[in-house]
């Protein structure tokens, strides 16, 4: 009853190397206002902070956006010279005069996502594309500056971080700056036709909801001398540390983990979970191999969510929705939205009752058509706190998967816990937050002994 059905074979690059150009415009310049963005055709400028893969897919996704006026991206920072020269030439390749970086709006160092910011006009956006360590940091700086936001996933790295998000987001009202979270699959509208469905009580009442991430996949080998070095650090635990990235688990997971949550439109109240190593694994990392995740929700509904990276196993990406009426396929693989309601709980290709109209884009460009709209129309658009709030769900079901306990939302919403409480003053020569051992080998967590909440 697990068999993902998927056929669709949509993903993020696929996409991208098939999307279309939106039309040039001039730039207006001077300073104006989010309102004036809402009747005038000014070009909205993106920073990109953080040169990354998943930087440049949004900006890709951004700068294809049809018939809502021009974007361009004006302004790059990041910590690695080489990386946003690289992703410059890469960008500006495929979307030419859309990418119109002067080498002064290039800005290197652990400060350059201000110099970046503060170059940008009400009505620009700041995409703030990190690793999740510093996300907060360049959230709140960009809210504090009255500019809109699209922030990746993880969010944070911790719940403290996370907490420090929330606080940013209510500023983010006050000022009317629209923000985008990169959870892009609540924006497609296959999904969306299924929620629609589930509310009129087409599958009955959801007692259980299973999402897992199954696949093969490597660790982290020895480091050597880089292994407790900063900068190092930054560049081979984007999955492996828990404080540069969130961990594997988050990272993959949170999409799902998010739909669990918008199924249900409500968050859970408590996560219990297992997990465990191969045996005699060399990866000196600090991921587990296995997170298996039970989480309640108040009126006893389970969501049962797995993630597994261990090679020669089964693989499956896919979401299920159990209603005491039919079941349904919510997602697919590589995020496809691949859904069907069935006539009974049999998920099988001759069971299907109902299969949406098929989405036309991919759910990062239907997030970015969104986004741009809103700020075109002045419309409210913030994402954060449902974002952040679903990161918090993820880290429960990581916490209780580390600790062996149980991890409560009440727990969740209070913790301050933090890997690094220096994130403000980062800079190339400070000292790394967690230390691998004589053998390369970093903290793994150890039920009964670990501590993340």
Request: hydrophobic share 40%; aromatic share 8%.
């Amino acid at each position: 009853m697990t068999q993902s059905i998927d056929n669709s074979g949509i993903n993020r690059r696929a996409f991208l190397k098939h999307s279309g150009s939106v039309a040039a415009g001039a730039a207006v310049l001077g300073r104006i206002s989010s309102v004036a963005f809402a009747w005038e055709e000014s070009t909205i400028r993106l920073a990109l902070i953080g040169c990354g893969g998943r930087g440049a897919g949004a900006v890709g996704d951004a700068l294809s956006v049809q018939n809502s006026g021009p974007v361009k991206l004006h302004a790059m920072a990041d910590i690695h010279e080489d990386r946003m020269n690289s992703r410059y030439k890469a960008l500006q390749k495929r979307f030419a005069d859309k990418v119109d970086v002067a080498p002064e709006r290039k800005f290197i160092g652990f400060d350059a996502y201000r110099k970046a910011i503060d170059i940008l006009r009400p009505g620009d956006v700041a995409l703030c594309t990190t690793r999740a360590y510093i996300r907060p940091v360049h959230v709140e700086y960009a809210i504090k500056k009255g500019i809109n936001v699209f922030f990746e996933k993880p969010f944070a790295a911790d719940p403290g971080g996370l907490h420090r998000l929330l606080r940013a987001g209510e500023q983010a009202e006050k000022k009317n700056v629209k923000i985008a979270a990169g959870l892009q699959c609540r924006h497609s509208p296959a999904r969306q036709a299924l929620i629609g469905r589930i509310r009129d009580g087409a599958m009955g009442e959801i007692p259980l909801i299973r999402a897992n991430r199954l696949g093969g996949g490597g660790g982290l080998g020895n480091q050597g001398d880089k292994a407790n070095d900063l900068m190092s650090q930054l560049q081979f635990g984007r999955i492996h540390l828990l404080w540069v990235g969130s961990g594997h688990m988050v990272d993959n997971l949170i999409h799902q983990i998010d739909e669990c949550c918008w199924i249900k439109d409500a968050w859970p109240v408590s996560a219990v979970g297992l997990g465990g190593r191969v045996p005699h694994s060399k990866d000196l990392g600090q991921n587990i191999d296995v997170y298996s995740i039970e989480y309640t929700f108040a009126d006893g509904t389970k969501a049962f969510c797995g993630f597994r990276r261990i090679a020669r196993t089964r693989s499956e990406f896919a979401t299920f929705v159990h209603g005491t009426k039919c079941a349904a396929q919510f997602s697919g693989r590589t995020h496809a939205p691949t859904v069907h309601m069935f006539k009974d709980q049999r998920i099988e290709k001759g069971n299907i009752a109902w299969t949406p109209t098929k989405d036309q884009h991919s759910p990062w460009q239907y997030e970015w058509n969104v986004f741009i709209e809103s700020i075109r129309k002045d419309r409210p658009h913030n994402e954060l706190k449902r974002a952040v709030y679903s990161d918090l769900t993820s880290l429960m079901g990581r916490a209780a998967c580390h600790t062996g306990q149980m991890v409560t939302w009440d727990q969740i919403m209070k913790s301050g816990f933090q890997f690094c409480d220096y994130l403000d003053d980062l800079n190339y020569d400070s000292p790394a937050p967690v230390k691998a051992d004589k053998n390369g080998l970093f903290p793994t967590p150890i039920p009964g002994r670990w501590t993340e909440v």
